[in-house]
């Protein structure tokens, strides 16, 4: 079936640095892609929504300079982490439709900011 | 509004008692529901999920959930739980205006030997 990957699967990084996720859509097209956050003992919230061959659109309270997100390809999105901070370590998971009722989750990226 | 609610935070039962998770949610139409589970660390599975047709609806690992439009309700259920079911369980209705996943705040389940 479809898979959805994601890399680093975890990272490390210090407080002020960048750090980039990448989603890929393994075997099919995806011109939408979707980036949740999880904190540790809650549920996933939506950040964005991922657009191939336009701007990102961004949830109520989600700093779109401080998330920054590139849908290069139409199977690669990337979210930037820029300028992390401690309150910025979460579990980020993303998601892309294939077809109205299927979402292929990636299997997350667990972000530590020192 | 289109939201899911999970009223258990938390439930514990006994290994090969049966399980019933609850997930009401608010839509104006049939929704697209999902269930999913997640074990610690890890990304989602995908249980089963519901779009129209039959109301009750199979899923893997011997899990069922029954639609029920006067309760919007979407209930899952497992008659018999196994050690390996301990996890956290997400239901999540898929948003018509944009296609993304509204998730309830997940309930965590824990089984006693």
């Known amino acids: 079936g479809a898979v959805v990957s994601q890399h680093p699967s975890r990272v490390i990084c210090k407080s002020g640095t960048s750090v980039k996720i990448e989603c890929r859509s393994l075997d099919f097209q995806a011109t939408t892609m979707f980036w949740y956050r999880q904190f540790p003992k809650q549920s996933l919230m939506l950040m964005a929504t991922s657009n191939e061959g336009s701007k990102a659109t961004y949830e109520q309270g989600v700093e779109k300079d401080k998330f920054l997100i590139n849908h290069a390809s139409l199977t690669l999105s990337t979210l930037t982490v820029t300028s992390a901070h401690p309150e910025d370590s979460s579990f980020y998971i993303c998601s892309a439709p294939a077809g109205k009722d299927t979402q292929y989750f990636g299997p997350g990226t667990r972000l530590t900011v020192l | 509004a289109q939201s899911v609610t999970q009223p258990d935070i938390h439930i514990t039962v006994s290994e090969g008692a049966s399980l019933e998770l609850r997930c009401n949610y608010s839509y104006g139409a049939t929704p697209y529901l999902f269930w999913y589970v997640q074990s610690p660390g890890q990304g989602l599975q995908l249980l089963l999920k519901?779009?129209?047709?039959?109301?009750l609806v199979q899923g893997i690992k011997g899990f069922e959930a029954e639609f029920k439009r006067s309760q919007s309700s979407f209930n899952l259920r497992k008659p018999s739980v196994h050690w390996s079911d301990a996890a956290e369980y997400f239901c999540?209705?898929?948003?018509?205006?944009?296609?993304?996943?509204?998730f309830g705040a997940g309930t965590r389940l824990t089984v006693k030997p």
């Open positions: 519901y779009f129209s047709g039959d109301t």
């Open positions: 999540a209705l898929l948003r018509d205006n944009n296609n993304d996943m509204r």
